[in-house]
């Protein structure tokens, strides 16, 4: 089988996994993917942030440590942006939604699985709103971490709190 439908198919194995929140299926789905070559590209790796963040959401330890940070960057004075989300929801579920955006499971995804001398890099197809943008240079000074992001325009850098982009994007 060509390798771009193979790795069409894992993706969405992966997230049918990541759907019914089964861990040890779609653990099962990263090995054979390994197994066989898979290229871990954006498809296949977005999947896999999906079906092990949603997969562990039950873990009390991994939420306490989410909502550790989300405190510490209110402490910093963040403000979630809620204006890019139209639906007609208060301000606390479209505050919940906010923490669902694909970057951000990626970012949290590596915070939990990578050292922290490494750099954290993300790729997007689309553009970063402007809550993720803030609040990853609030994640960057925090974590003392170094950040890259791919979004559809540029490219990224976050470190110490900063974007090499100027807040121009």
């Not at 054979?32 to 498809?43: D, L, M, P, Q, R």
């Not at 079906?51 to 009390?60: A, D, F, L």
């Not at 960057?73 to 809620?82: A, E, F, H």
């Not at 922290?116 to 993300?122: E, H, S, W």
């Amino acid at each position: 089988m060509p390798f771009l439908q193979l790795e069409l198919i894992v993706g969405s194995m992966l997230r049918g996994c990541a759907g019914l929140k089964s861990l040890s299926a779609g653990q099962q789905v990263h090995a054979y993917a390994i197994k066989s070559g898979v290229e871990i590209y954006v498809v296949v790796g977005s999947s896999l942030a999906h079906m092990y963040m949603k997969s562990t959401r039950r873990r009390g330890g991994d939420q306490r440590k989410s909502q550790k940070l989300t405190a510490e960057m209110k402490l910093l004075d963040y403000k979630p942006d809620t204006g890019s989300i139209l639906h007609d929801m208060n301000l606390e579920e479209k505050e919940d939604d906010l923490v669902h955006h694909s970057e951000k499971l990626a970012i949290a995804f590596a915070l939990m699985n990578t050292p922290d001398c490494f750099p954290i890099r993300v790729m997007k197809s689309l553009r970063v709103c402007n809550d993720c943008h803030v609040a990853i240079k609030y994640i960057s000074a925090i974590r003392n971490q170094e950040i890259i992001v791919r979004d559809a325009s540029r490219f990224h850098h976050f470190k110490q709190g900063q974007c090499s982009c100027g807040d121009y994007w």
